[in-house]
């Protein structure tokens, strides 16, 4: 049985969307699609404006020119978490600042955040990790006593929600991603969620190539004209006649991924009691959108080894992240104090196959396939000893 690691959900309507975008001849960005799917996440987010942007990337990438930060600004943020993250801030010259991770949600450790505070700090960026929010009423809370801004890199938190309030929501600023291998997908494809109503008019400026293109639009000016710097950020209209087809499917995409993520919880709950696996933390006040399962591996367990031998059976197991600050590009950035759990927990951590329609055969087979691969494993290691 070949169990690939992801394979990308179509509802079937993406194709009728897009015909019509052809059959009216509107193919560049801000038209009827990318309104419709804008007024949508503004709907479900309660954000107060939606932009769709080419990817999360290019949100914070906004976000980034939005705060018009500065070379040697500041910027508190994960280790552990993608390229992105850091990328966008580092393009405008600031200093991401690294932080550990909480050893259970694998989310930023928020009581670690005030002392990596300096005079130069000007925002902190959560990202929800693997669709479970980060502790943002601590967050925001800190950030509202120093004055700083919030950025949720909300790429894997698509309608998942803390305390009953959406991710992304509770920033100034929010990045989603429809990134082919997150939940609701348009290929590349990504958000940003203007929360704070004193960006929204500049946002507008900056997602259409810094001018008020945007005004001109809406007949408040008679002509549009450079106002500041800014870029092209906005997708055609294909990709939100695609997005449009997701969205509309957006509770069922994440209801199937639940039931399948729950099934691998309870299909794991026996190995982890038997001390083979440690399975993820969900708090009690986070609900999920299941885009991610992961487990995370006993220490003397090879990681590389079980990855190969799954391999080998036909199941697509990946891991990540290396953390930025052990990478190359990394080196742009300050760390600030221990990174003892991204360290460890970034070598142990190994994510299972899951998409829409995983079939329960497949998942029995990932989950006996890593049973009987970490339990020889652990034997082979018992008899050395
Ligand atoms: C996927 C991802 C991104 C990047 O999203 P793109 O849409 O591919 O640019 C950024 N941050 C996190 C945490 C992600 O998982």
Same mark, same amino acid.
């Given at each position: 049985?070949?169990?690939?690691?992801?394979?990308?959900?179509?509802?079937?309507?993406?194709?009728?969307?897009?015909?019509?975008?052809?059959?009216?001849?509107?193919?560049?960005?801000?038209?009827?699609?990318?309104?419709?799917?804008?007024?949508?996440?503004?709907?479900?987010?309660?954000?107060?404006?939606?932009?769709?942007?080419?990817?999360?990337?290019?949100?914070?990438?906004?976000?980034?020119?939005?705060?018009?930060?500065?070379?040697?600004?500041?910027?508190?943020?994960? *280790?552990?978490?993608?390229? *992105?993250?850091?990328?966008?801030?580092?393009?405008?010259?600031?200093?991401?600042?690294?932080?550990?991770?909480?050893?259970?949600?694998?989310?930023?450790?928020?009581?670690?955040?005030?002392?990596?505070?300096?005079?130069?700090?000007?925002?902190?960026?959560?990202?929800?990790?693997?669709?479970?929010?980060?502790?943002?009423?601590?967050?925001?809370?800190?950030?509202?006593?120093?004055?700083?801004?919030?950025?949720?890199?909300?790429?894997?938190?698509?309608?998942?929600?803390?305390?009953?309030?959406?991710?992304?929501?509770?920033?100034?600023?929010?990045?989603?991603?429809?990134?082919?291998?997150?939940?609701?997908?348009?290929?590349?494809?990504?958000?940003?969620?203007?929360?704070?109503?004193?960006?929204?008019?500049?946002?507008?400026?900056?997602?259409?190539?810094?001018?008020?293109?945007?005004?001109?639009?809406?007949?408040?000016?008679?002509?549009?004209?450079?106002?500041?710097?800014?870029?092209?950020?906005?997708?055609?209209?294909?990709?939100?006649?695609?997005?449009?087809?997701?969205?509309? !499917?957006?509770?069922?995409?994440?209801?199937?991924?639940?039931?399948?993520?729950?099934?691998?919880?309870?299909?794991?709950?026996?190995?982890?009691?038997?001390?083979?696996?440690?399975?993820?933390?969900?708090?009690?006040?986070?609900?999920?959108?299941?885009?991610?399962?992961?487990?995370?591996?006993?220490?003397?367990?090879?990681?590389? !080894?079980?990855?190969?031998?799954?391999?080998?059976?036909?199941?697509?197991?990946?891991?990540?992240?290396?953390?930025?600050?052990?990478?190359?590009?990394?080196?742009?950035?300050?760390?600030?104090?221990?990174?003892?759990?991204?360290?460890?927990? *970034?070598?142990?951590?190994?994510?299972?196959?899951?998409?829409?329609?995983?079939?329960? *055969?497949?998942?029995?087979?990932?989950?006996?396939?890593?049973?009987?691969?970490?339990?020889?494993?652990?034997?082979?290691?018992?008899?050395?000893?």
């Amino acid at each position: 049985m070949i169990v690939p690691f992801n394979k990308p959900y179509m509802t079937g309507r993406e194709l009728n969307y897009i015909a019509q975008a052809h059959f009216q001849g509107v193919l560049a960005g801000d038209g009827r699609f990318t309104q419709d799917c804008q007024a949508e996440l503004e709907r479900r987010t309660g954000s107060r404006k939606v932009l769709l942007t080419h990817s999360c990337t290019a949100a914070l990438e906004m976000a980034a020119l939005l705060l018009d930060l500065q070379p040697g600004d500041e910027v508190i943020m994960p *280790s552990y978490t993608f390229v *992105s993250t850091a990328n966008a801030f580092a393009l405008r010259g600031a200093v991401p600042v690294f932080v550990d991770i909480r050893p259970d949600t694998m989310n930023i450790d928020e009581r670690l955040i005030e002392g990596a505070i300096t005079s130069r700090t000007r925002a902190i960026v959560p990202v929800h990790y693997a669709g479970v929010g980060c502790e943002m009423q601590t967050i925001v809370r800190l950030a509202d006593a120093h004055g700083l801004a919030v950025v949720e890199d909300a790429a894997q938190g698509v309608f998942s929600s803390y305390r009953g309030q959406p991710l992304g929501s509770f920033g100034d600023l929010g990045a989603f991603s429809f990134h082919e291998t997150k939940n609701i997908i348009s290929g590349e494809g990504g958000a940003l969620l203007v929360n704070d109503k004193e960006l929204v008019a500049a946002a507008e400026v900056i997602w259409q190539k810094g001018t008020n293109r945007q005004q001109f639009h809406r007949g408040e000016v008679d002509k549009y004209t450079w106002q500041r710097t800014g870029s092209s950020f906005l997708p055609g209209e294909i990709v939100a006649a695609f997005l449009k087809a997701q969205l509309e !499917e957006a509770e069922s995409i994440t209801a199937k991924r639940l039931a399948a993520w729950r099934r691998y919880h309870q299909r794991l709950l026996p190995l982890a009691r038997e001390g083979l696996l440690r399975l993820p933390t969900v708090p009690e006040h986070c609900t999920h959108n299941a885009h991610m399962y992961y487990v995370i591996l006993p220490e003397q367990v090879r990681r590389d !080894e079980l990855l190969a031998a799954l391999r080998r059976d036909g199941i697509y197991c990946l891991f990540h992240y290396v953390p930025l600050h052990s990478a190359p590009g990394g080196q742009v950035a300050r760390v600030h104090g221990s990174m003892k759990y991204t360290d460890t927990l *970034s070598e142990r951590l190994v994510r299972l196959p899951l998409w829409w329609g995983i079939g329960e *055969s497949e998942q029995d087979y990932v989950t006996e396939r890593l049973a009987q691969h970490l339990q020889a494993q652990l034997a082979q290691e018992a008899a050395h000893v």
